[in-house]
């Protein structure tokens, strides 16, 4: 019963949050398109519905049984009320320190660990599951969780796992996902929106969107979740002023469209870029 409710109520959760996203990207991408002209409504629309329905569920199991490991590796010797105690709580100096500073330096580790983790799924043996998320060829905010599940466990979730694991509190670790939902919708929308003087700063739709085009000169470039500076220093940076993307997608003509599908997809086919 306890699993039952924990996923009815994470289902609702997503669904409040696509209802306000649909709402407030929507009338965004319609007063600032960064390519006009894309339909509010496309052929995968079901598809990036069960993805955004079904992925935090799934992901919710594997990160249960990362910290499980991590428990078992850490704290084996602890009664079980201490461990829920550290997993409530969080544990040592780090979880001592205020909330915003704790989710200040989860925001800086992530990022950093998450812009390699990311151009590691950029390479020859992980593109195939990482090619999920590049399949659409209409690039909006409904795109922001077509991930193959393995891709999500391989980064974000390990990630977050680890920022509890280390000894950050719950708190900050959830501050900082809230943040994450927002955020990633937000870079994925079809938005005009460059930050001006600040596109160095934080990551804008506009750099988010080169890295989704299928043109060559964009391919492999923008890694960064939140910190553009990152690909500026390692040398993937590509945002030419006043110049957009026009065209999204993969080249391999074979990627499904189902959400099954796409599940099987990575173990099917080693597809090119």
């Not at 696509?18 to 995968?44: D, T």
């Not at 900082?176 to 990633?184: A, E, P, W």
């Not at 500026?232 to 590509?238: E, K, L, R, S, V």
Request: glycine share 6%; aromatic share 18%.
């Amino acid at each position: 019963m306890d699993l039952l409710n924990a996923i009815l109520n994470s289902s609702a959760e997503m669904l409040i949050w696509m209802a306000g996203f649909f709402v407030v990207f929507g009338i965004g991408e319609r007063l600032m398109p960064c390519n006009p002209g894309q339909s509010w409504f496309k052929k995968a629309q079901i598809t990036d519905v069960v993805y955004f329905l079904a992925l935090p569920i799934l992901t919710r199991f594997v990160q249960a049984g990362y910290l499980s490991l991590g428990i078992i590796m850490l704290f084996h010797s602890e009664s079980p009320a201490q461990i829920k105690y550290y997993l409530e709580f969080g544990f040592g100096p780090l979880s001592r320190w205020p909330v915003w500073v704790q989710a200040a330096v989860i925001f800086l580790v992530s990022d950093f660990i998450l812009y390699w983790t990311h151009r590691w799924f950029h390479g020859r043996e992980m593109w195939r599951f990482h090619a999920i998320h590049h399949s659409p060829t209409m690039v909006d905010w409904h795109s922001t969780y077509r991930f193959h599940p393995v891709n999500v466990w391989l980064t974000f979730t390990l990630v977050d796992a680890m920022m509890l694991i280390i000894g950050f509190s719950p708190e900050s670790v959830g501050l900082m996902g809230v943040f994450n939902l927002i955020y990633s919708a937000m870079v994925h929308a079809n938005l005009n929106w460059t930050f001006g003087p600040f596109r160095y700063l934080f990551s804008s739709p506009v750099f988010h969107r080169w890295h989704h085009t299928s043109q060559e000169e964009g391919m492999d470039k923008n890694f960064a979740p939140t910190f553009p500076l990152l690909d500026i220093i390692f040398g993937t940076f590509y945002m030419p002023e006043g110049e957009l993307p026009q065209h999204y997608g993969t080249t391999d003509k074979d990627m499904p469209h189902s959400f099954f599908a796409q599940m099987a997809y990575p173990f099917k086919n080693r597809p090119k870029k």
